[in-house]
């Protein structure tokens, strides 16, 4: 069965849902694994600790409104996204469930959309926290908000030796409401755990004084889909988790800690087939010249749907269970494979790009290694104009 997925709030056109959807190119998304994950993930938690599902950036690119649902309905607490726009997005689909938004927010017209539908935002400095209770003064209910303590990630929040003197700078403005005191790790996903234990140990010295003025957050976390695989030390009383989530592990080394399976696939179709002879050059610059006489296969996806440019010459698909290799400049809506191991292969047969066929598979770790970056940045280099299909 196959449920077309909204992407970035918009609704897919007419074409798109009477057949067209999955003529070019597409991402597959698996709802069951989704769940899954997600149960493997609780399996790790105390009865005290809640799961924050990480939904920014259209949830790695997996559609924000299909896996908000999904998650909330397995048993997640409450959702996390980076900007005000991604939190109205899950509002206006319905979503009521606690909405807190991980990125700094500094304006008065950011203030009052964040209280008009309801979200959680994060303060990071006194400046910020005057900004919100000043917005906020004709507002009769408190607005919930999260404080951001920086324990050695260098990014948002106030350093942890002023934890104290920020938590009641914003007790004592009328209009804001304390509701969590967090911070985020720098190298969780690391096989050495110094600088996380460094982190730790900060974090746990500014709750020490917090409670030593006689101040109890009503919820603390701090671990991201690694800390959350490597210690439930570092649970507290929520975890944020995002790639896991997905199917995907932060580190080779964490592969053991649970089962995941990835939720995302690629696929696209071939739109010619074509046999060319030695010594014939493929695509832009002539990046791969042929050896010998060899079938090639045009498919439907490009660098414009997300591929990296980058890739080319270094990927491969998968075609009825065998791997082929991509072949010379991978251009803005296309790529093109040897098939010469596939003699009758049929323009409209399925490629897949990430995912499995048969025996075979091919991760985004796969192409995060071939550029020497994150799989975090493969998903969500994913555009939307490759439809999102539940499957």
């Not at 980076?82 to 109205?88: D, F, H, L, Q, R």
């Not at 071939?270 to 990046?287: D, R």
Request: hydrophobic share 45%; aromatic share 6%.
């Amino acid at each position: 069965m196959q449920e077309l997925i909204p992407t970035n709030g918009f609704m897919p056109n007419l074409w798109e849902v009477s057949g067209g959807l999955t003529e070019r190119a597409w991402v597959e998304i698996d709802r069951a694994a989704l769940a899954h994950n997600l149960n493997q993930l609780k399996q790790l938690l105390s009865a005290k600790t809640q799961l924050m599902a990480v939904v920014k950036a259209d949830a790695y690119g997996h559609g924000a409104t299909m896996v908000a649902q999904t998650a909330l309905a397995t048993g997640a607490y409450g959702l996390c996204v980076a900007t005000v726009e991604e939190g109205i997005q899950l509002r206006e689909a319905g979503i009521d469930a606690p909405i807190v938004i991980l990125g700094a927010t500094n304006t008065p017209e950011q203030v009052r959309a964040i209280a008009h539908w309801y979200l959680q935002p994060t303060i990071c400095t006194p400046q910020q926290a005057l900004v919100f209770s000043d917005t906020l003064s004709r507002c009769q209910t408190p607005l919930s908000v999260h404080l951001n303590i920086d324990t050695g990630m260098s990014r948002l929040g106030m350093s942890w030796q002023q934890a104290t003197e920020f938590v009641q700078l914003v007790q004592r403005l009328p209009h804001l409401k304390l509701a969590s005191v967090y911070s985020h790790l720098a190298t969780a996903d690391s096989p050495d755990p110094t600088v996380m234990r460094l982190q730790h140990q900060r974090f746990e010295a500014a709750i020490a004084q917090l409670h030593a003025a006689n101040i109890v957050p009503p919820c603390l976390h701090l671990a991201n889909s690694a800390a959350t695989l490597t210690d439930p030390a570092l649970h507290y009383d929520w975890v944020r988790v995002g790639l896991a989530l997905y199917g995907l592990y932060p580190a080779p080394h964490l592969h053991p800690k649970v089962n995941l399976k990835p939720v995302m696939q690629v696929k696209t179709r071939v739109t010619q087939v074509k046999t060319i002879p030695a010594g014939t050059g493929v695509s832009y610059g002539y990046t791969f010249r042929t050896q010998k006489q060899l079938r090639l296969a045009v498919v439907g996806i490009g660098y414009a749907d997300g591929v990296p440019r980058n890739l080319s010459n270094k990927m491969t698909g998968l075609i009825r269970g065998q791997r082929v290799s991509q072949i010379g400049a991978i251009t803005m809506d296309q790529l093109m494979l040897d098939v010469s191991n596939i003699p009758d292969l049929q323009v409209g047969e399925i490629v897949t790009l990430i995912g499995r066929d048969g025996d075979r598979q091919i991760s985004a770790d796969d192409w995060a290694i071939s550029l020497n970056t994150i799989s975090w940045e493969i998903l969500c280099g994913f555009k939307h104009r490759l439809p999102r299909v539940v499957v």
